[in-house]
């Protein structure tokens, strides 16, 4: 059984960055595959990032290539997500999520352990 825990959301300025983090405890996070999703309000939770458990492959969704950039520190059970050039529409509550194995999936569904959420708020 993993918690994981989010931090770092608050209300930020377009063009600010942020660093969100995910803290995990109770498992062995190694071997976990991790992922971050977010939602807005009226809108079904979505893909943002992913990295495999050793942090050799990440995948993002298209509107935040560039721009964001997943990782993790194995020693202390913490994966980050770093959020540049930060624009209104990033605005959500986001979610770290943690699925077993070495794949990575861009799927909702697939992952069996989530954190509460950290909310992201980018004023214009």
């Known amino acids: 059984q993993v918690q994981l825990v989010e931090a770092g959301g608050r209300l930020v300025q377009t063009g600010d960055s942020l660093r969100l983090s995910c803290a995990a405890s109770?498992?062995?996070?190694?071997?976990?595959?991790v992922g971050w999703f977010r939602q807005a309000p009226g809108k079904d939770r979505e893909f943002v990032a992913a990295?495999?458990?050793?942090?050799?492959?990440?995948t993002y969704t298209d509107s935040v290539k560039g721009r964001f950039t997943i990782s993790r520190d194995t020693a202390e059970n913490t994966v980050y997500l770093q959020m540049n050039s930060l624009k209104p529409e990033d605005t959500a509550v986001y979610y770290c999520?943690?699925?077993?194995?070495?794949?990575?999936?861009?799927?909702?569904?697939?992952?069996?352990?989530w954190g509460q959420g950290t909310q992201v708020t980018v004023s214009s």
């Open positions: 109770g498992g062995t996070f190694s071997s976990y595959s």
């Open positions: 990295i495999t458990r050793r942090g050799g492959i990440t």
């Open positions: 999520a943690a699925r077993s194995g070495a794949l990575i999936s861009t799927d909702v569904a697939a992952y069996i352990y």
